[in-house]
């Protein structure tokens, strides 16, 4: 079984930065794309970015030029820096990733998710 441990969240001031992590484990036998989304109160959870294994991206309209996601293969981490963060960023940000365990079983894992609260 593959987990994903979401850090980095915390409470910031429009206009500031934070960069979230999340790290797989488990029986791990590859790890395709990643991505990151986000859900805030009252609304469908929604993409934020991913990226392929190759290191291919594609972000959300809304978070294009501010937010930046990368990827270490060797640690099977993902990353999500994020600038010029505005209130309408606040949400809850869960890790996901399309795995492949070592018994050869796809699924798609998701995170327990971190909290990010921008204050206006």
């Known amino acids: 079984q593959v987990h994903l441990v979401e850090s980095g969240g915390g409470l910031v001031q429009a206009g500031g930065s934070l960069r979230l992590s999340c790290a797989a484990s488990?029986?791990?036998?590859?790890?395709?794309?990643m991505g990151w989304f986000r859900q805030a109160p009252g609304k469908q959870r929604e993409l934020v970015a991913t990226?392929?294994?190759?290191?291919?991206?594609n972000y959300a309209d809304s978070v294009k030029g501010r937010f930046t996601i990368s990827r270490n293969n060797a640690k099977n981490t993902v990353y999500l820096q994020m600038n010029s963060l505005k209130p309408e960023d606040t949400a809850v940000y869960y890790c996901?990733?399309?795995?492949?365990?070592?018994?050869?079983?796809?699924?798609?894992?998701w995170g327990q998710g971190t909290q990010v609260t921008v204050s206006s």
């Open positions: 488990g029986s791990i036998f590859r790890i395709n794309d």
């Open positions: 996901n990733a399309e795995t492949v365990s070592l018994a050869m079983v796809e699924r798609t894992t």
């Open positions: 990226i392929t294994s190759g290191g291919s991206t």
